[in-house]
């Protein structure tokens, strides 16, 4: 489970079209239509938490 802007999202669940399809320690990946995003996990430094791959 991810929390994202205090929604709580499951695995294969989705979100604004994005699908939850992996969450770890320290970021959490969604997928949609083949574009993947990483949010990686707020650490207070307000620096970018946003990454495409």
């Not at 669940?13 to 574009?35: C, H, I, M, P, W």
Request: proline share 0%; no cysteine; hydrophobic share 30%.
């Amino acid at each position: 489970m991810a929390n994202v802007d205090g929604k709580i999202i499951k695995l294969g669940e989705t979100l604004n079209g994005y699908r939850l399809v992996k969450v770890d320690e320290r970021s959490a990946v969604f997928v949609k239509n083949k574009q993947r995003k990483k949010l990686m996990i707020d650490d207070g430094t307000n620096k970018q938490n946003e990454t495409n791959y």
